[in-house]
């Protein structure tokens, strides 16, 4: 014989019930079979709600009539079941309270119903079957709410009912309850239907025990909450055991036993899938390694403490001995040594009488001041590593360090091979998905939140569009954007982002605060977090510290925050510090060359850097490159440079030599500099009375430019040609170098001299080196290159 055992959401929707006929006409034709069932749906919950309304003087009576009078109870006759609830809420209103001697009472009547229900499905399909009241079979002992079956009682009168049941007939036996040996009702706890389906596969020692639910199988962690969560096809006892007793959502916790007993292979179907192979649990051995996590949100943390309980002996054994007397479980143990401490894991439900046993096991201590705080914490939950040891485990914690997740207890179990951790409930979902990833070698997902769409931020967008798949093959890395906006509004997505997202942006963009975009990462657990700042906002930067704050990591095109006061430079450096987050700004100087990471690589490593020299501005090595060797206007030259994309829409921003620098400020401030903006010498190309009129007069006026450079250009040599170029110098040592930025006459063979197009070019000069540069050079402009430069931010904070 089989036992199969269907869950409260297989019979929560027409469609999985009408699997369940179809399953159970394709089973009985294999073998012999007898069905375990839960309340259906959401049933055990709402009998509960209904119960605390009538305690607290609410009005449920409506609400009850409505669920009297669900689809699924019409044509069935439930007038016990029903009588026996208003009977029960009736008396809890009158006395305000109820125990658990009388919530089990309620609850029971759940399944009670279910099971005819089912019993007249099968009827109407020809099937004759027969609706079992548990209690018939299970005599447990009075311990209500989380009852334990007498075992030897409960096998003698299962094995007596199925002795005389005639073989034709299939039994609907209500799971989740038994009753005392005084006839009194009592339940197995929450997801008790379980073990019920354990129990009667143990004493009738059926072939196989089948749970049917509404997911595939055991997965790598629950897939509501992982989405990158895989099917495990095999367990072995123990490491079901283990993911039992941590709290795995479809496995209950006493339910491996009776199976271990005798031999009794579990398989996990899908009811909407009932041909899929599930997971198949047994005594057969399985290949060493991280099987799951499983993760438990109903405990909470009691936490004792207290100097005078230093060197004390039997403290613990004054503890568990109280809460053994209450009747209550024990979860993780966390003990201090240089302040005598204890923290330890219970049931939710248990925690308020825990404390209150406590408080008076240890009044005394209080007295004495040798207690001090027995407390508890509910805003917690235990995350479960199954098969993990602690010698692989630095880089997932490591990983949740990074994410801002710091675990409040670590336990280790004796075998070494399971590690759970105690988080904050809030956290823990992202933990999960955290550790997930690190731990399976499943892609990592990083989640962007993209800020300014312009130009280099639009076109970044498409390229993270064009290359996710490839770099999610290549890397293991999926690349999410969560949230695109600009300094007014903002689109949050959920899903994977499309081509069309201008057109999403502009319908479902809304008004936002950044501390909204905070909340939406926090409220769907978002892991690795990376802002991206491709705005020009000066504005903007002061986002910067609530996000790393926050957990987000920081890529940036945008300089204004490397070019600020000397104050907010260190002080945001500070604060990434003390929160363990990154910022990268490579294409802050030089677009998408490594510029930064060398100037930084050769600083760290001690290499004395004594001047750095070169053309910093793509826009402005395109003009002067050209208007040096062309014979034409110096306006017509410039104009050409705005119509490419060159230049800023106001080209005045690369003329006035203010963009130059900020660059310069940059480089110098890796070095430890702390010059401020106002103390570069600029050189401003634009005439004085140019500088101040409106953008469109300025277009209107570009050949008033023309007599000043052609001036300039006349007085070159027939070797030499134009640069504007930035320049740090002085003696780098000291806490400011000289900094300034100019237009220059070089030699037409030199390095700067036969710079083409658009590059842009840096002479680094170290005393290493001495007279002979490292050079950069390349492409120093245009939205592509720029954002091929931060999409290469992006995969390298992804990669670490």
Known sequence: M?????GGKSLASDLTFKNILEIVKCRREESRIALVISAIGDTTDTLENFLKQAKNKELYQADFEAFVNRDYHKNIDITSEITTLRKLYEGVSLLEDYSLKIRDQVLAQGELIAIKILTQALANQGINAQAVDSRLLFVTDNRFG???ADELLSKEKT???FKNLNGNIVPIISGFIGQTEQGETTTFGRNGSNYSAALLANFIEAEELQNYTHVDGIFTANPDWVKSAKKIETLHFDEANELANFGASILHAKTIQPLVEQNIPLRIYNTLKPLNGGTLISANPTPDGIKSLSLDEDVALIELGGRGLLGKVGIDARVFSTLSAIGVSVGLISQGTSERGLGFLVGANDAEKTVAALKQEFQTDFLTRDVHKISTRNDVAVISIIGQDLKSFDKPYASLVKNKIIPILFNNSVSGKNVSLVVRKADAKKALNVIHGQIFGISKTINLAVFGHGLVGGT???????????????????????????SKKVWFNREEIEKNWRTKLKKYGINYTISDVIDFANTNHLENLIAIDNTASSEFIENYIPLIKNGFDLVSSNKVGNTVSYEFYKNLRQILKDNQKEYLYETNVGAGLPLIDTIKLLHLSGENITKIKGVFSGSLSYIFNTYSIENKPFSE???????LGYTEPDPREDLCGNDVGRKLLVLARELDLQNEFEEIEIENLIPESLRQVKAKEFLQNLHQLDESFHEIKRNLS??????????LSGDLHKSKGILETKLVRVPINSALGQLKGSDSIFEIYTESYGENPIIIQGAGAGASVTARGVFGDVIRLALR
């Not at 089989?2 to 269907?6: A, E, G, H, R, Y």
């Not at 967008?461 to 906006?485: M, P, R, W």
């Open 2 to 6: 089989k036992v199969l055992k269907f």
């Open 146 to 148: 989380s009852a334990q």
């Open 159 to 161: 094995q007596s009912f």
């Open 460 to 486: 970044l967008i498409d390229q993270i569009i064009t290359s996710a798949k490839s770099i999610a093959e290549k890397k293991n890395i999926q690349l999410h954007v969560f949230a695109i906006g600009n």
């Open 637 to 643: 030259i410039l104009q050409e440079a705005i119509h």
């Open 718 to 727: 027939a070797d030499e040609v134009l640069r504007y170029v930035g320049e």
